[in-house]
C-alpha cells in the first residue's frame, strides 16, 4: 500500500513539533528564596524566562514580597507560608517587603540566547 | 543566639534604663516599676494635673513561638490599665493595633480598651495595621474620615497624633510626607510656647537604629516645629522596649508591646519576634502611664511590666 507522500510530510513535522528542539524554552525551571532574618537569602537571584520562583517565609513575623513596578503582590506570608510568581519575560524585577522596605530583591530574568 | 550575646544585650539595656531623664526602678508589690525620679515627680496627679495610658503593639493576631497567647498578655495589660489608681483620663495606643490585619484583631482591641473605663481611647496606626490595603480598613473604624493624624487639647496640655506608616517604599524609611508636615506646622502656630506639648507615633520619631528602620525619615522636620517649646515629651511604640533620650526641651520615650519583645538594637541578625525563657516573656512586655503636673517641664512616666 502505497502511502501519499503528503500524508508521511505532516506525520513528519508533527513529530518534530512533538519532540523537536521548539519545546525546549516551555520546559519548567523553580527557584527559592528564604525569606529570614528580616532579608531574602538571595538578594539578587538571575534566572531563564519561564522561572517559577518561590519565597517562603522562616520568620516569626509576617512579610510580603511585592514588586516596585506592580508586576506582582503576595499577601501577607505567616511563617511557613509560600508565594510564587513565574517570570516569563526578560528584565530587571525589583520587590520588597511592605511591612518593612528595608529588605529589599531583585530578580533578573535573562533572555535565552539563540542556539543555545 | 549565645550566651554572651544575651549578657551583652542585658548589659545594654540596662545602660540604657539609665540614660537620659533618669528612670528609677523600685518593686512596688512585687512588681518591677520604672519612674522618673525628681521631687514630687510621682505625685502628678494630687497637683491639678492628670494621668492618661499609653499602650503599644498588641498585635492581636499574632501566634508565633515569641507568644503563643498574644491575646492573654493583651488582656493582661488591660488588667494593668484597669489597676491604676487614680484611673487615667484616657488611653493612647501606638500602633500595631493587628498583627498583620488579622480578620477581627481591630474589633477584639477596640471593644477591649472601650472596657477599661477610661473616657476615650486614641489611635494611630502602626505599619502591621495598613499595610494590607493602603489603611482603608484602619482610617474607616479609627479615623472618622481623617487621614488618621490627629490633636486634641486636654486640660492645658495639647496631643498631636502623627501617622509614619502610610507609603512604605522599597529601600527607604517610613516617614510623615509633606501633607502631614504641613498641617503639624499649622497645627501647633498658634499655640504660646508655654504650652506641654505630647506628640504620639507608631515609629520613633528620633533616631533609634535606622538600619533597622528604628527612625522616620524626616521625623526631624517635624520635631522643629517643636523646638521652641519649653516642654515636649514624644512617645513611640515599634521597637517593644523601653527607650528613652532627652534633647533640649525634648524627651523621647519608646513603649513596650503587649505581644513579644524584640531585640536591642543591633544585637542579632535583625528586628522581629525574639523568643526568651517563658518564665522571662511577661517581664518584657508592660504598659505605660504618664503623668502631667503643672508647672513640671518633664512628664512623669511610669513603665509597668506584666510580670
Redesign the interface.
Given at each position: 500500500m502505497r502511502i501519499p507522500i503528503t500524508t508521511m510530510l505532516v506525520t513528519t513535522m508533527t513529530a518534530l513539533l512533538l519532540v523537536g528542539p521548539a519545546r525546549a524554552p516551555a520546559q519548567m525551571d523553580t527557584a527559592r528564596v528564604e525569606i529570614q532574618?528580616?532579608?531574602f537569602s538571595t538578594p539578587t537571584l538571575t534566572v531563564k524566562p519561564g522561572t517559577t520562583v518561590t519565597w517562603t517565609n522562616r520568620?516569626?513575623?509576617?512579610h510580603?514580597v511585592t514588586s516596585?513596578a506592580n508586576r506582582f503582590r503576595s499577601?501577607?506570608l505567616?511563617?511557613g507560608e509560600t508565594f510564587s510568581y513565574t517570570f516569563t519575560q526578560p528584565g530587571t524585577y525589583?520587590?520588597?517587603c511592605?511591612?518593612?522596605?528595608?529588605m529589599?530583591g531583585t530578580v533578573v530574568v535573562t533572555p535565552v540566547r539563540s542556539g543555545s | 543566639m549565645s550566651e554572651r550575646d544575651g549578657m551583652e544585650r542585658r548589659d545594654f539595656l540596662s545602660c540604657m534604663a539609665w540614660t537620659g531623664g533618669g528612670l528609677l526602678w523600685s518593686l512596688a508589690g512585687g512588681v518591677p516599676r520604672a519612674r522618673l525620679f525628681g521631687p514630687g515627680a510621682a505625685e502628678a496627679a494630687e497637683d491639678g494635673g492628670f494621668r492618661f495610658a499609653q499602650i503599644s503593639d498588641t498585635h492581636i493576631g499574632f501566634k508565633g513561638g515569641a507568644n503563643p497567647d498574644a491575646l492573654g498578655t493583651f488582656r493582661a495589660a488591660l488588667t494593668r490599665i484597669e489597676a491604676m489608681n487614680p484611673k487615667p483620663a484616657f488611653v493612647i495606643h501606638t500602633g500595631d493595633i493587628s498583627h498583620a490585619q488579622k480578620a477581627g484583631a481591630f474589633d477584639t482591641v477596640k471593644e477591649a480598651l472601650a472596657g477599661v473605663g477610661v473616657e476615650r481611647v486614641f489611635y494611630v496606626p502602626g505599619e502591621n495595621d495598613v499595610f494590607a490595603d493602603g489603611g482603608a480598613e484602619y482610617l474607616s473604624r479609627f479615623a472618622a474620615g481623617g487621614r488618621g493624624w490627629q490633636s486634641f487639647d486636654y486640660r492645658g496640655v495639647h496631643f498631636v497624633g502623627l501617622v509614619n506608616v502610610f507609603g512604605f517604599k522599597a529601600g527607604k524609611l517610613g516617614s510623615l510626607g509633606a501633607e502631614q508636615l504641613g498641617w503639624l506646622e499649622r497645627d501647633v502656630a498658634a499655640l504660646p510656647g508655654s504650652t506641654p506639648i505630647v506628640v504620639y507615633a507608631h515609629v520613633p520619631l528620633w533616631a533609634v537604629y535606622p538600619q533597622w528602620g528604628w527612625v522616620t525619615d524626616d521625623g526631624a522636620q517635624a520635631l522643629g516645629y517643636l523646638r521652641r517649646f519649653g516642654s515636649v515629651t514624644v512617645l513611640n511604640g515599634h521597637i517593644h522596649q523601653i527607650m528613652q533620650k532627652v534633647e533640649g526641651h525634648v524627651t523621647f520615650h519608646t513603649a513596650r508591646s503587649t505581644a513579644f519583645p524584640q531585640p536591642a538594637p543591633g544585637a542579632g541578625p535583625g528586628p522581629g519576634p525574639m523568643t526568651v525563657p517563658v518564665g522571662e516573656l511577661r517581664g518584657m512586655l508592660g504598659v505605660r502611664e504618664v503623668r502631667y503636673a503643672p508647672g513640671r517641664e518633664r512628664l512623669a512616666v511610669v513603665d509597668t511590666a506584666l510580670a
Amino acid at each position: 500500500m502505497r502511502i501519499p507522500i503528503t500524508t508521511m510530510l505532516v506525520t513528519t513535522m508533527t513529530a518534530l513539533l512533538l519532540v523537536g528542539p521548539a519545546r525546549a524554552p516551555a520546559q519548567m525551571d523553580t527557584a527559592r528564596v528564604e525569606i529570614q532574618a528580616h532579608g531574602f537569602s538571595t538578594p539578587t537571584l538571575t534566572v531563564k524566562p519561564g522561572t517559577t520562583v518561590t519565597w517562603t517565609n522562616r520568620d516569626d513575623d509576617v512579610h510580603t514580597v511585592t514588586s516596585v513596578a506592580n508586576r506582582f503582590r503576595s499577601p501577607g506570608l505567616d511563617t511557613g507560608e509560600t508565594f510564587s510568581y513565574t517570570f516569563t519575560q526578560p528584565g530587571t524585577y525589583e520587590y520588597f517587603c511592605t511591612l518593612h522596605p528595608l529588605m529589599t530583591g531583585t530578580v533578573v530574568v535573562t533572555p535565552v540566547r539563540s542556539g543555545s | 543566639m549565645s550566651e554572651r550575646d544575651g549578657m551583652e544585650r542585658r548589659d545594654f539595656l540596662s545602660c540604657m534604663a539609665w540614660t537620659g531623664g533618669g528612670l528609677l526602678w523600685s518593686l512596688a508589690g512585687g512588681v518591677p516599676r520604672a519612674r522618673l525620679f525628681g521631687p514630687g515627680a510621682a505625685e502628678a496627679a494630687e497637683d491639678g494635673g492628670f494621668r492618661f495610658a499609653q499602650i503599644s503593639d498588641t498585635h492581636i493576631g499574632f501566634k508565633g513561638g515569641a507568644n503563643p497567647d498574644a491575646l492573654g498578655t493583651f488582656r493582661a495589660a488591660l488588667t494593668r490599665i484597669e489597676a491604676m489608681n487614680p484611673k487615667p483620663a484616657f488611653v493612647i495606643h501606638t500602633g500595631d493595633i493587628s498583627h498583620a490585619q488579622k480578620a477581627g484583631a481591630f474589633d477584639t482591641v477596640k471593644e477591649a480598651l472601650a472596657g477599661v473605663g477610661v473616657e476615650r481611647v486614641f489611635y494611630v496606626p502602626g505599619e502591621n495595621d495598613v499595610f494590607a490595603d493602603g489603611g482603608a480598613e484602619y482610617l474607616s473604624r479609627f479615623a472618622a474620615g481623617g487621614r488618621g493624624w490627629q490633636s486634641f487639647d486636654y486640660r492645658g496640655v495639647h496631643f498631636v497624633g502623627l501617622v509614619n506608616v502610610f507609603g512604605f517604599k522599597a529601600g527607604k524609611l517610613g516617614s510623615l510626607g509633606a501633607e502631614q508636615l504641613g498641617w503639624l506646622e499649622r497645627d501647633v502656630a498658634a499655640l504660646p510656647g508655654s504650652t506641654p506639648i505630647v506628640v504620639y507615633a507608631h515609629v520613633p520619631l528620633w533616631a533609634v537604629y535606622p538600619q533597622w528602620g528604628w527612625v522616620t525619615d524626616d521625623g526631624a522636620q517635624a520635631l522643629g516645629y517643636l523646638r521652641r517649646f519649653g516642654s515636649v515629651t514624644v512617645l513611640n511604640g515599634h521597637i517593644h522596649q523601653i527607650m528613652q533620650k532627652v534633647e533640649g526641651h525634648v524627651t523621647f520615650h519608646t513603649a513596650r508591646s503587649t505581644a513579644f519583645p524584640q531585640p536591642a538594637p543591633g544585637a542579632g541578625p535583625g528586628p522581629g519576634p525574639m523568643t526568651v525563657p517563658v518564665g522571662e516573656l511577661r517581664g518584657m512586655l508592660g504598659v505605660r502611664e504618664v503623668r502631667y503636673a503643672p508647672g513640671r517641664e518633664r512628664l512623669a512616666v511610669v513603665d509597668t511590666a506584666l510580670a
